[in-house]
């Protein structure tokens, strides 16, 4: 069994900045890939980025330019610097990993960002 776990979240007003931090425990027997996926009120839950262990990273278009990923290996911990955020970016972000075939999700961290 894998825990994940995020942390980071809250207010904060438009043109602000956040950073997210996510970490993978347990059963963990390689460096997993990790990523980030956010639902807002209303939507499904879509990608918003996601790290190799090598450090190779994609974005969704919505966030490109404004997130950045990246990743401790030593710590199994990925962290999300959401800059320039909009009201648009307000969701539950999740973090992910990937454990071999499997992948684990954390509880979620809730990011609100007022006009």
């Known amino acids: 069994q894998v825990q994940v776990v995020e942390s980071g979240g809250g207010l904060v007003q438009a043109g602000g900045s956040l950073r997210l931090s996510c970490t993978a425990s347990g059963s963990i027997f390689s460096i997993p890939i990790m990523g980030w996926y956010r639902q807002a009120p209303g939507k499904q839950r879509e990608f918003v980025a996601v790290?190799?262990?090598?450090?190779?990273?994609n974005y969704d278009g919505s966030v490109k330019g404004r997130f950045t990923i990246s990743r401790d290996n030593a710590r199994n911990t990925v962290y999300l610097q959401m800059n320039s955020l909009r009201p648009e970016d307000t969701a539950i972000y999740y973090c992910?990993?990937?454990?071999?075939?499997?992948?684990?999700w954390g509880q979620g961290t809730q990011v609100t960002v007022s006009a």
């Open positions: 790290i190799s262990p090598g450090g190779s990273t």
């Open positions: 992910n990993a990937r454990v071999g075939p499997t992948v684990y």
